[in-house]
Nanobody, 123 residues
Framework: EVQLVESGGGSVQAGGSLRLSCTAS????????MGWFRQAPGNECELVSH???????YYADSVKGRFTISQDNAKTTAYLQMNSLKPEDTALYYC?????????????????WGQGTQVTVSS
């Protein structure tokens, strides 16, 4: 059974940090691209960050310089380190995986999704 399980969400004040984890099972993790998406109430789901199987990272402009994506193949886990958090970062964060994702911002390119973890940033 394929599973992606996110953890690490929570409530922090503006300027704080959180590290999200996404632990995968049931598929070949080290051959997969991983993405972190988020969806705030009333907004569309948007790509926050993406990392290819070879380690090339992408960041949305809104998080560039504040968020860092990484992966540990031995632990089959992807991470999203989030620093200098802002209230506008408040959202439900999802991890997703796919094979050789061609258009990283399109959710349909990803095969598997986690259930999401809530991040709330207060001012």
């Amino acid at each position: 059974e394929v599973q992606l399980v996110e953890s690490g969400g929570g409530s922090v004040q503006a300027g704080g940090s959180l590290r999200l984890s996404c632990t995968a099972s049931g598929f070949t993790f080290d051959g997969s691209d991983m993405g972190w998406f988020r969806q705030a109430p009333g907004n569309e789901c948007e790509l926050v960050s993406h990392i290819t199987a070879s380690g090339t990272a992408y960041y949305a402009d809104s998080v560039k310089g504040r968020f860092t994506i990484s992966q540990d193949n031995a632990k089959t886990t992807a991470y999203l380190q989030m620093n200098s958090l802002k209230p506008e970062d408040t959202a439900l964060y999802y991890c997703a995986s796919g094979q050789m994702v061609a258009d990283k911002v399109r959710g349909s390119e990803y095969n598997y999704w986690g259930q999401g973890t809530q991040v709330t940033v207060s001012s």
